[in-house]
T-cell receptor, first 111, second 117 residues
Framework: LAKTTQPISMDSYEGQEVNITCSHN???????ITWYQQFPSQGPRFIIQ???TKVTNEVASLFIPADRKSSTLSLPRVSLSDTAVYYC????????????FGAGTRLFVKA | GAVVSQHPSRVICKSGTSVKIECRSL??????MFWYRQFPKQSLMLMAT?????????EQGVEKDKFLINHASLTLSTLTVTSAHPEDSSFYIC?????????????FGPGTRLTVL
């Protein structure tokens, strides 16, 4: 299982773009990178998943360099409601593969 | 909308009693479900992998006789905390992997808050 390293916490202001970087130096060839968001007393919510280069959806972008040893979750124009814990996970996206969570990044968005 | 549901969302019980938590996949069949536990200010800790029609696979340090998992159908897995004690008080979350738009993605339930008095 590829180990991930993220900053423990980040602060931002409303309207700013927030970039959270995750290191995964021993990522395997068949591993995907997935990001989740979790609010207090709720289950994690899927944000975005990617394998290489760039992936974008309606809520975020995911940037993955060619060596895939890191990835960056980009949240455009954050609001107070984006205050949450963000988890980066790495592993093959096959049915039985178990997902191990790291410590995550606590993002605090201020007014 | 939600693809994984849990019931109950919150339960309070007396020490020594058993509590059953249900996890359902909605509109999808899930041959594999996962159970996690989360203590305050901590990350999710994987407890076990629930396989439909077979025994669950428990992570190291998780007592299989205390945390009974049953995956009787492709849409339902249950976690029973037997003889619960205050140290079992935690937030329990289940998840399942689904193929959505050609991507195999893991979705999580809303969680169940267990408080043992």
């Amino acid at each position: 299982l590829a180990k991930t390293t993220q900053p423990i916490s980040m602060d931002s202001y409303e309207g700013q773009e927030v970039n959270i970087t995750c290191s995964h130096n021993n990522i395997a060839t068949n591993d995907y990178i997935t990001w989740y968001q979790q609010f207090p007393s709720q289950g994690p919510r899927f944000i975005i998943q990617g394998y290489k280069t760039k992936v974008t959806n309606e809520v975020a972008s995911l940037f993955i360099p060619a060596d895939r040893k890191s990835s960056t979750l980009s949240l455009p124009r954050v609001s107070l409601s984006d205050t949450a814990v963000y988890y980066c996970l790495v592993g093959p996206n096959t049915g039985g593969f178990k997902t191990i969570f790291g410590a995550g990044t606590r993002l605090f968005v201020k007014a | 909308g939600a693809v994984v549901s849990q019931h109950p969302s919150r339960v309070i019980c007396k020490s020594g009693t058993s509590v059953k938590i249900e996890c359902r996949s909605l509109d999808f069949q899930a041959t594999t479900m996962f159970w996690y536990r989360q203590f305050p200010k901590q990350s999710l800790m994987l407890m076990a992998t629930s396989n439909e029609g077979s025994k669950a696979t428990y992570e190291q340090g998780v007592e299989k006789d205390k945390f009974l998992i049953n995956h009787a159908s492709l849409t339902l897995s249950t976690l029973t905390v037997t003889s619960a004690h205050p140290e079992d008080s935690s937030f329990y979350i289940c998840s399942a992997r689904f193929l959505v738009e050609y991507t195999d993605t893991q979705y999580f339930g809303p969680g169940t808050r267990l408080t043992v008095l």
